[in-house]
Each structure stands twice: as C-alpha cells, then as structure tokens.
C-alpha cells in the first residue's frame, strides 16, 4: 500500500496515542523499523486558539522517514484549515480521528461520536480531501452507539479516503477484551482501498493472526508502551540495546524541553519501561519516587544489568 507517497509491502504503523507518542517516541519506533508513525491527537480547533500547544506535539526528528500527523475535531471548517496549517505541512498526510472512546471526546461529538453521524462525518473527511493534495486516511472502531462500522467503512471510501484503520472495538469495550478479527476481515473484503488493521498486535503470533484477515498493513500501539523496538522484533531483527533506546529517548526531549517538565513527564515511559525486570514492584516504586532524571537512568540501567 501507499502512504505519503511510498509504496510498502506490508507497513508496520505507529499507533498515535495521547500522552505517549512525543517526539522522542516516535524517533525510536522509526528507528526499530516502523515504517509510518502517527503524532498524538491535534484539535482542530485548539490548533487555532493555541498554536503553541500544537507546535510541541508536531515536533520531529530527521529518524521519522513517514510520518501522518493525526487531527481530530466536529466542525469540518477547523479541520479544514488544520490540513492547510503550516504547522503540518512537514508530515506526509493526515489522519481523522473518528474512534477515541475518551468521554470528553465523545461528549463534544467528537472522535467515536462521529460514527453515529455519517453525514457529518462524511462532509469532514471531503473537505479534508478537498483542502490538501496530501493522503487523508480515518481511524474508526466498531461503533458507538451501534456497530456499523461496515457502513461507515463504505463511507470513509466513498467520501475519498485514501485508506482507513479500523480498531475492531466498540467504544464500550475501551481498549478491553479482545480486538475482532472477524470484523477487521469483513471490512477489508468490503474496500477497494487500503485497510489497516488495530488491535492487539504484541508479537509474531499476533502479527501473524492480523495478517490472515487480509489487511494491507498493521497499525500498532499499546503493544509497544515500554517497548518502542517491538518494530524491529516483528521484522526479526536481534541485538537490541535497550538502555541506548531509553537514554536516546530522554535525550531527544531534552532537546526540546525544559528539565522541569522532563522529569515528571518521563516517570510513566520509565515506568513502562521497568515492566519486567528483576523486582519489578521495588523498581517501580524507586523511579516512581525519584526525582532526578539522571539517577532514574542510572537506576534502570543497574536493573537491566540484573
């Protein structure tokens, strides 16, 4: 399929995801080998309040080779203009958020809300289309209110969208249970375009699991919270040095944020990063207490060593 105009066999995708996929992030999956990363959520509205905001969650480094930077919004003009933003002219498409469960999200018809109103939606994903000469994909669930996410597939196709990511999860199930296999096969068979599949990919076997339903591509998060170099596990690559992933990590924010910031915003990566390791529980307490970046380094390092 192609994204951003290159063509991949079967890409491996960054999930975006709120509060987890910062620069530094997204630097390392590109670097494991994901083939395509995607920013955290951007309003579409706030990205014209606050520019400010959204120029440190737009931040990239030279690693990310494709990159889809991901708006999300109800009012199709704010969208509009949010694909014509300077901000966003570096990224090589755009995807439309149209499946978070978050209740503030959904509350202002936004996100997941949007699958229960397929005329606004659809009017959303052309005027995108219409306002930029870059690819446009949109990222659903299973449904909100009712699962008819086969329609709204049909929709997403039918208003232009180059390619869809269909997270096979009801807004109720949040990100528990399982992901369905069935449906994510059923909405491929329905396509033309390009279906990427979410949901519970950790590993080769789940990997393998996805690929059988058919999909042109894998789009992958949680999977990866703690282990940004699942990319290059799946593509069987070997000799990984973790604590250089995690040390380049810090690294890259402290080029870009203050001291102050870094150390009460790299607690939850850290912690993330411990899950596993020789007396997990005590390890995690000790970085969750720590208030030194540094020493947390050093910290974790010992524990790897173990």
């Known amino acids: 399929m192609e994204i951003g105009g ?22 390392l999956a590109s670097f494991f080998g994901a083939d395509c990363t995607v920013t955290e959520m951007l309003s579409a509205r706030a990205m014209q309040h606050n520019p400010k905001k959204t120029e440190y969650m737009t931040l990239t480094t030279e690693q990310e080779k494709t990159k889809l930077a991901q708006i999300f919004g109800h009012e199709p003009d704010f969208l509009a203009k949010a694909v014509q933003n300077p901000l966003l002219q570096k990224f090589d498409g755009f995807d439309i958020n149209m499946g978070c469960p978050a209740p503030k999200i959904i509350k202002n018809g936004e996100g997941a809300a949007l699958m229960d109103n397929l005329s606004l939606a659809s009017k959303i994903i052309s005027t995108c289309k219409n306002s930029t000469p870059k690819p446009v994909s949109v990222k659903f669930r299973k449904g909100n209110k009712t699962e008819n996410f086969l329609d709204f597939a049909r ?26 296999y069935d449906a994510i096969a059923s909405v491929k068979a329905k396509l033309k375009i390009p279906v990427v599949g979410n949901g519970d990919v950790l590993d080769e076997n ?6 059988q ?3 042109d591509g894998v789009m992958i998060g949680r999977g990866t919270l703690g282990k940004p170099w699942l990319f290059a596990e799946l593509k069987g690559k070997a000799n990984i040095d973790k604590m250089a992933a995690i040390k380049k990590h810090i690294s890259i924010l402290r080029e870009n944020f203050n001291e102050n910031w870094l150390k009460l915003y790299i607690r939850k990566h850290l912690l993330w990063y411990s899950v596993g390791l020789p007396m ?23 524990a790897m060593q173990k």
Do not use: W
Request: with cysteine; hydrophobic share 40%; net charge negative.
């Open 206 to 211: 789940s990997l393998h699991k996805m690929q």
């Open 6 to 27: 290159k063509n991949f066999d079967f890409p491996l995708l960054l999930a975006p995801m709120a509060g987890v996929t910062d620069v530094g992030f997204r630097a």
């Open 155 to 180: 929709m997403c196709e039918d208003s232009g969208a180059d390619f869809v990511t269909f997270h096979a999860r009801s807004v109720a199930q949040g990100y528990s249970g399982f992901a369905d």
């Open 213 to 215: 339903t058919g999909v």
């Open 280 to 302: 997990a529980a005590n390890l995690r307490q000790r970085l969750a207490t720590c208030d030194d970046v540094d020493k947390c380094i050093e910290i974790l390092c010992d």
